[in-house]
């Protein structure tokens, strides 16, 4: 059978993943950090190379009906579901498109329009050489001067200590083809066959691993045949991805994990120390990936930076709630260490995006103009999953809402018996300029909220779940009432509903 995925796992079927990292919202954050000139627009055309299902580009595409969304990729199955989900929802401002990278000639790069923004998401790490010169290509000919790029990536050395486990898992699962349901049916095995194995077996013992061990089993075979069953499955040194696309002549601008851009968080003094004689740019990034317990590393760049005052990028950023705000002040974990806002500082701030949605620098006044600066907030708060920040208080929500509700019918099209199915979702939020994180539920909930249900346990359940009765029903109920007492003003704060 010819290997049409140049070595990478094809069909596997993962649960869907969505993130908001990969997104222009969270590029414009890491850009203010940075102190780098660049907002997204009302009309931009973004790709997102290696676009898997399609969940994210139509996510994207629903929530910015100004937006030209590309998505690209090798899997004729996963390309066959964006387009399905994209007539489901009635967008026209979403393309896809079966796309070999490492074999696309000239000509075929340059039919695409050029491009504001690249994603490149859980690509890099997994793919050829020929299919990484693609990419570069690509970004070379297309990307805009001014355009950024969003690469997460499997880095060293964290990454390294799982290379090993790859080698051994893919020995376990045997081989297999590219049909539907075969690379998990190996994953699977390989799984089982690891679990299986003495305990005495010389294997560094990282979180992966301790993930893939686990009893009852927390990974998906799919996410597993999706990560290490790869022929080319390679993490890399920042250093070397930034030479890589020396030809596009891209800048790094920082990471979207934004409290990376504040090392005072994470480094001992010591550290800080040795990353104050170190040059910026890959000799202090080198620094952080020692210091850092983090294999993964998800990273802007941009092509042609203007340098604007961070500050001042910063104060401008409007936040809003996207979950119920503690009373005691969050604790935020950098793999390294454990903190926190000040608790004053905490409720004070608290307390403004209980109101609604709050600007960074007017939050930072409140607080007296002293420390915590906006940076360390913004960081705190994006980190901790209490805040997406808003770019327009108002915006056309038709596309938005056929997409949540498509998203549902593929999804969670009877609430998943009111739990939490396998994966990651995102509602399309026009406000947010891309989606706020969700359960099944939540799609479902959304869904009939958008169909004119009424914001209320008992018919909330009678919709979604027709025939429970008695303690069942109760418990269905209960569990719908948690979620609009967590998100109900959220979402119309985002104009969801």
Not at 67 to 82: F, N, Q, R, Y
Not at 371 to 395: R, W
Not at 473 to 487: D, M, P, V, Y
Request: proline share 7%; charged share 15%; aromatic share 6%.
């Amino acid at each position: 059978m010819a290997d049409w995925g140049h070595g990478a796992v094809t069909a596997s079927g993962y649960a869907i993943a969505w993130q908001p990292e990969p997104t222009p919202s969270h590029i414009a954050m890491a850009c203010a950090m940075a102190g780098i000139d660049w907002q997204p627009r009302p009309s931009m055309v973004v790709a997102d190379l290696g676009c898997g299902r399609g969940y994210n580009a139509n996510l994207l595409g629903a929530a910015n009906p100004g937006w030209t969304v590309l998505g690209l990729d090798h899997d004729p199955s996963g390309i066959a579901e964006a387009r399905q989900l994209a007539a489901q929802a009635g967008l026209t401002n979403t393309r896809f498109a079966e796309a070999d990278l490492g074999g696309m000639n000239l000509d075929e790069i340059d039919s695409l329009p050029p491009l504001d923004v690249a994603i490149i998401h859980g690509v890099w790490s997994w793919v050829s050489d020929d299919v990484r010169a693609g990419i570069v290509r690509l970004l070379v000919r297309r990307l805009k001067p001014g355009g950024v790029a969003y690469l997460g990536y499997n880095a060293l050395p964290a990454s390294g200590a799982d290379m090993a486990l790859q080698r051994l898992l893919r020995q376990l699962a045997g081989p297999f083809g590219t049909g539907a349901g075969e690379a998990a049916a190996a994953a699977a095995r390989a799984m089982a066959r690891l679990r299986g194995m003495p305990s005495g077996l010389k294997l560094p013992r990282t979180p992966m691993l301790a993930r893939l061990l686990a009893d009852p089993p927390v990974l998906e075979p799919s996410f597993v045949a999706h990560e290490f069953l790869t022929k080319h499955w390679r993490p890399v040194f920042q250093a070397d991805l930034c030479q890589d696309l020396g030809p596009a002549r891209l800048d790094f601008v920082g990471s979207v994990n934004l409290f990376e851009a504040l090392p005072g968080l994470f480094c001992d003094p010591e550290q800080l120390a040795v990353m104050r004689r170190m040059s910026e740019g890959p000799g202090q990034e080198f620094l952080k990936d020692l210091c850092l317990p983090r294999s993964f590393r998800a990273d802007v760049f941009i092509r042609g930076a203007r340098r604007v005052e961070s500050v001042a990028a910063l104060n401008g950023l409007w936040l809003a709630a996207i979950r119920a705000l503690s009373e005691e002040s969050p604790e935020f974990n950098t793999g390294t260490s454990r903190g926190a806002l000040p608790q004053p500082a905490w409720e004070m701030l608290s307390a403004m995006l209980r109101q609604g949605p709050a600007r960074l620098g007017d939050i930072h006044r409140a607080l007296g103009g002293a420390a915590p600066y906006p940076a360390e907030i913004l960081a705190m708060l994006v980190g901790t999953g209490c805040v997406l920040p808003l770019f327009q208080a108002s915006g056309p929500q038709a596309a938005s809402t056929r997409f949540n509700i498509a998203a549902a019918a593929a999804h969670a099209p009877h609430g998943e018996d009111l739990g939490d199915s396998a994966g990651q979702y995102g509602l399309a939020t026009p406000y947010g300029l891309g989606g706020l994180p969700a359960t099944a539920l939540d799609l479902a909930i959304v869904a009939a909220l958008l169909d004119g249900v009424a914001a209320e346990p008992s018919a909330l359940a009678r919709r979604l779940q027709p025939l429970l009765e008695g303690e069942s029903l109760l418990t269905a109920q209960g569990r719908i009432a948690a979620r609009l007492a967590e998100k109900l003003s959220v979402w119309r704060n985002f104009g969801v509903v």
